[in-house]
């Protein structure tokens, strides 16, 4: 394993997220705090509890994982495909590191990135409401599994795309509507029938309903359930993005 390889293309990338800290960082959180806002004070006021669970904390799982994704999906397909679009990227295939090697250094970049804001936008959260995490090492778990599976999942993108509206495509019109019908404000034995069946083909809802079990202990969809899911999707992810090396998919040519 070449560490020194892994740490370059991780500290680079490290460094990009620093120079752009008022993009990276700050819109994220103000964004969120306008989430707090607008759906705890505007919403919460009308809604008192969602399954014993004061309405402004019940969103609060909701909005890490919105932001997770979107973050962790966008840092990770810029990040490749940044290097595609200049050129560099030939340099890293012809250096001495294997396609692992390059994935940890990217993916871990990105997946990092995505988890510091996660964690700030959790301490930001106790500014607007009260919160007490009651199964703290499962939260953490979901949020590294959930950081590292969608940074995966950029990557691919960023190898897919082939110029940045393409690289803007997938978090804006796909994860971001996802999260949103996902059970993110609201719980799903809220909806008719008919919807709460069709809303389970929402794979992220089983993420945010485990994120929020692991927060105060109720769900949509069985813990075990949720776990399995995220973990399916992650390996899905390393299978395309192992199936792209091999083939030299949109790299190589």
Known sequence: MNFYAIKAIYISEMKRFFRTIAQSFISPVLSTSLYFVVFGTAIGSRINEVDGVSYGAFIVPGLIMLTVMTQATSNAAFGI???????TIYEVLSAPISFLEIIIGYVGAA???ALFIGLVILG?????VDLTILHPLTMIAFLLLTCLSFSLLGFIIGIWAGNFEQLQLIPLLVITPLVFLGGSFYSISMLPPIWQTITMFNPVVYLV???RWAFFGVSDVPITISLLAIAGFTLACLAIIGWIFKTGY???N
Do not use: L, N, Q
């Open 81 to 87: 495909y940044f290097p595609k679009f200049i050129g």
């Open 124 to 128: 930001t959260s106790y500014f607007f």
């Open 250 to 252: 949109k790299i190589k």
């Open 111 to 113: 997946a990092t990135k």
């Open 209 to 211: 309903s485990g994120f």
